[in-house]
């Protein structure tokens, strides 16, 4: 069982920057695959960016290539979103989840954060 907790999001002018947070309970965490998504108003939630159980590994949305960055610390049970150059069309609340180790890059996550709000102004 993981628990996820996201903070960072704020609000923020565009073109500016934000790092979101994702903290992760439970000893299994370094063997987790994880994710960002992001949902906004009246839309389903998309997938931002993901990162293999070791960090080697990313991938990215094509919508937020260059601009996002995930990244984690499995000493720490975290795991980041940086993302800048921001644009409104980027206001969405963002989720953090986990995939439960399963044989090679897995897109099924099994655990999921309460979401943190990011609204860029114009």
């Known amino acids: 069982q993981v628990q996820l907790v996201e903070s960072g999001g704020g609000l923020v002018q565009a073109g500016g920057s934000l790092r979101l947070s994702c903290a992760a309970s439970?000893?299994?965490?370094?063997?987790?695959?994880m994710g960002w998504f992001r949902q906004a108003p009246g839309k389903e939630r998309d997938f931002v960016a993901a990162?293999?159980?070791?960090?080697?590994?990313?991938s990215y949305a094509d919508s937020v290539k260059g601009r996002f960055t995930i990244s984690r610390d499995n000493a720490k049970n975290m795991v980041y979103l940086q993302i800048n150059s921001l644009k409104p069309e980027d206001t969405a609340v963002y989720y953090c989840?986990?995939?439960?180790?399963?044989?090679?890059?897995?897109?099924?996550?099994?655990?999921w954060g309460q979401g943190t709000q990011v609204t860029v102004s114009s």
């Open positions: 989840a986990a995939s439960r180790p399963r044989p090679g890059w897995s897109s099924t996550y099994d655990y």
């Open positions: 439970g000893r299994a965490f370094g063997s987790y695959g």
């Open positions: 990162i293999s159980w070791t960090g080697g590994t990313t």
